[in-house]
């Protein structure tokens, strides 16, 4: 019997052991987007208000609260400047979880494509003449895949700009696997303006290749492409493959951001298509990702978003990175000044 109880203590013990390394691995923020209480409470802790930019006295990046469809914004923040390359990564028009927010807002398709038509627009007003943009886009098959195919026809209207690509991230998680393929992609739109470089190095990724095949004739002699390749290892393509997609456990994260990008796409994109003296710009700053990219990489990043909260998460992710080196907070909380509150209030 005492070895029963005793066996029955430890199990307890271990399930305790268990519950409490979850409890301290669970984000300690909610999903900003869905919790109109939660960032009310946060809100008094932003530095910036609308129409403020903070100017970062170290490398003189520039993060503002503005406006993306408005010109007078994207001009404030950028001056007489010319950017090299733009990461842009709006809201995509899809509800998620059946919600619509203020943020991952629904509404119709011909107010979104104004809203797009606007912020390209002002994109291109401030590219250099030869400059690269990166679009991050969604689809809706709920709603015949929208808003992608329509926000492609609609860039047909820009002359300045050419396509160049269609590349598709794998996510290594995904969703909808009852009654459906389970979806694991995100999209993303390459577009130039002029004829800007492209340094093919920055697109070598740590994968080996190991397929073999397509034989060629080369000076009279037959070879496959594992003998004519000038590396060891496979090119990124227009498929990602080696980018793992951002959730709680990996430093990176940042909690109550919804569908961050990765830091190591981004980086792929500013390796590819910028130097070090390059400005590389973001109108949708949202968990700060193409900052702490440009910081990592010596590039000059100028951001903004129109919620003051993405704004102030933006800030405190470089402050942060600066002094631990960590790119992001994993499952801890970016707030702390209301840590307490929201244990009470059982938002965690």
Known sequence: MRSEINNLNLFNTELLAEKEQKDNTKEKLTRLDLNGELKEKILPFCRLGYGEIWEDPVKGHRVGVLDATKLEDVKKIVGNEKV????????????????????????????????????????????????????????????????????????????QLKPKNFITLRNQRGYGTQKNW????????????????????????????????????????????LERSKSAFIRAGNVWVDIQQVFYRMEENVPGCYAQKPLKAIERIILSGSDEKDLIADFFAHSGTTLIAGEKLKRKVFTFDLDPIFAEITIRRLENFRKTGKTGWQWRNPFPEIENEMENKRWI
Do not use: C
């Not at 389970?182 to 080996?208: C, H, S």
């Open 84 to 159: 090299k390359l733009i990461v842009n990564d709006p809201p995509y028009n899809v509800a998620v979880g059946n919600a619509n927010t203020t943020n991952l807002f629904k509404i119709s398709l011909e107010k979104y494509l104004e809203f797009s038509e606007k912020w390209v627009k002002n994109a291109i007003s401030i590219m250099d003449k030869d400059a690269h943009l990166y679009i991050w886009i969604g689809a809706d098959y709920k709603d015949n895949f929208q808003p992608l195919p329509d926000f492609i026809m609609m860039m047909r209207k820009f002359k």
């Open 182 to 225: 389970m979806w694991i992609r995100q999209e993303l739109l390459y577009y130039i303006k002029g004829n800007p470089e492209f340094n093919v190095n920055a697109e070598y990724t740590d994968i080996p290749k190991i397929l073999r095949g397509y034989y060629k004739e080369v000076n009279g002699k037959i070879t496959e492409n």
